[in-house]
């Protein structure tokens, strides 16, 4: 029994979930009409559906009881205000000030941080101006033709999850690459592509001391250097970063450097100065309009009432499936191809944020907390693991994800996309019972047998559930919106479960042991430092290395 569970909200909530076992969401959509209505919300073309959940009044009752048991609302305008919530690095969590697009004063440690934000937007704006009408200009004299992001984790799975949403508003004479993987053929992959002269590289790291980041711009750096020279690099690479000495010393004029703070999370970062390769790509009006749908959905997360607001809602569902029911995962499925990267962005948001076993007070927390987040685009999954979600035998909810339009109106493909985005979430909700099985095998003409031996291999049960998630248009704004959506039920999650959602100290252990294990890949010597299979692993690949 997890922290979370020991509130007077315990035991009612754990009887109701034991009712579930005699309850089917097909007999509850058969017997209210009106549940559909009842259980959805709409803001400004995003249309949230949660009826498909195991849910009624009484369980959303429950639920919001144990939400204000939580402090969910102080605590959440806590984060607003800049309070220091992020208790383990005695930081505030602020990325929602990046996207205040009223200038409202947020103070930390009484000082307003607006002005520095918006005095970034500007230099961004600037910047980006200048690359894409061609005023900034590579060391030869020619306009910027490539962009290469180099950074990882939050500096790489944001920009790159947004640029390729937002793909329609791109320019077919600026691409816009991403690298992040210190394996080699991630960087070599895109600068087989790249002419050295139109080429500019954003290197994002904070502490300009990230190890797959530094290793990856400083290649970069030797194969612009051994085409245009080392003066080149001033007018090839800009920074966003913290740290002025190391940016000066890479050669990067500090001029060149986008800052941002440390009470913004990597994987809430997209907002800042890490979006510019996402304003490079589709303009800086666009990069604001996607600040706008947030703030938009800041704004409904902080006035709205918890029985109206969608990230409250959606985090108690994720809650109440993995605290109550063992939900191991929640699959993300969007369908729409330019969303591709969302569940791999979703994955780090959720996971990296309340993949936790101890509570803010450094007390066990008992249970399961973040679910195994994963997903696919389109019709693809069907075609991959969506058999498990029918008829496998874990509870796994998910989100299903579309867009009413469609950028490539060819033919029919947008109308059969949206006939499977609509029927998959009806037959996890359906299911099949047996006696239709065997109806349809016998109006099919198969015998007695036949009916027999197949019935039970075509039965689904039904009664999982998903939420549907429409978009009017997928556009930079609402997608601002469909992002926020997600970073505040992950916030909201966390704050049910008790534990820090922004922190990552489970990061740190395996990048202390590979500093310790990178000298001794080098030399001939036998390695005896570290257990049985590491050691026998490691003397294994020196064994069939082949020299460089």
């Known amino acids: 029994m997890s922290v979370l569970l020991q509130t007077v909200s315990r035991d009612a909530l754990g009887a109701h979930a034991a009712s579930w076992a005699d309850l089917h969401l097909r007999s509850l959509f058969e017997t209210d009409p009106d549940r559909a209505a009842r259980y959805s919300l709409e ?23 144990l939400a204000r048991e939580r402090r969910l609302e102080p605590v959440r305008d806590q984060m607003f205000d800049g309070v220091a919530i992020n208790r383990t690095e005695n930081r505030p969590v602020l990325h929602t000030a990046l996207r205040n697009r009223a200038s409202v004063p947020v103070l930390v440690e009484g000082q307003d941080v607006m002005p520095d934000v918006n005095r970034v937007l500007a ?97 970069a750096r030797a194969w612009l250097v051994s085409v245009l020279g080392e003066a080149a690099v001033d007018r090839h690479f800009v920074a966003v970063s913290t740290n002025t000495e190391a940016v000066r010393a890479f050669g990067i004029n500090p001029a060149n450097m986008f800052g941002f703070w440390d009470w913004v999370g990597g994987r809430y970062s997209l907002w800042s100065a890490i979006g510019l390769p996402v304003a490079l790509a589709v303009g800086f009006d666009r990069f604001e309009q996607l600040l706008d749908g947030a703030a938009a959905m800041d704004t409904h997360f902080r006035t709205a009432p918890l029985e109206r607001n969608m990230p409250v809602i959606l985090g108690l569902l994720g809650v109440w499936y993995t605290s109550w029911f063992g939900a191991p995962a929640h699959a993300v499925l969007p369908y729409d191809q330019y969303l591709e990267h969302l569940p791999s962005y979703l994955q780090q948001l959720d996971m990296e944020s309340n ?32 058999q498990l979600l029918h008829q496998g035998s874990w509870l796994i909810p998910c989100d299903f994800i579309a867009a009413a339009t469609s950028h490539n109106a060819v033919g029919d493909h947008h109308l059969r996309l949206l006939s499977n985005f609509f029927a998959q979430p009806e037959a ?55 992002i926020a959506l997600y970073e505040h039920k992950v916030f909201v999650q966390g704050v049910m479960w008790q534990v820090n959602s922004f922190d990552q100290w489970g990061v740190e252990l395996g990048k202390q042991l590979a500093r310790a294990i990178m000298p001794e890949l080098v030399g001939q010597e036998r390695v005896d430092s570290h257990d049985a299979s590491t050691n026998a692993l490691i003397n294994r690949y020196k064994a069939w290395r082949v020299p460089s």
């Open 43 to 65: 803001l400004d073309g995003l249309f949230l559906d949660y009826s498909r959940n195991y849910i009624t009044d009484q369980t959303l009752a429950l639920l919001f009881d």
């Open 123 to 219: 230099r961004m704006k600037t910047f980006v101006g200048a690359v894409r009408d061609g005023i900034w200009r590579g060391a030869t004299g020619l306009p910027v033709e490539t962009v290469v992001n180099i950074g990882i984790g939050g500096s790489d799975l944001g920009p790159r999850m947004v640029t390729r949403a937002l793909s329609p508003w791109q320019r077919d004479d600026l691409s816009v690459h991403f690298v992040s993987n210190i394996d080699a053929t991630d960087l070599m992959g895109v600068l087989k592509d790249c002419r050295p002269e139109t080429t500019l590289f954003v290197v994002a790291s904070k502490t300009f001391t990230t190890e797959e980041t530094l290793t990856n711009a400083h290649t």
């Open 355 to 386: 993949g936790k076993t101890v509570t803010l007070e450094g007390m066990p927390v008992g249970g399961h907390t973040g679910p195994i987040v994963f997903g696919q685009a389109g019709t693809n999954g069907q075609h991959s693991f969506y």
């Open 428 to 482: 996890l909700m359906r299911g099949k019972t047996e006696e239709e099985v065997r109806t349809e095998l016998r109006d099919s003409g198969l015998s007695a047998s036949v009916v027999d031996s197949l019935a039970p291999h075509r039965v689904f049960s039904g009664n999982r559930p998903s939420n549907s998630i429409l978009l009017r248009s997928l556009d930079p704004r609402t997608l601002g919106m469909l």
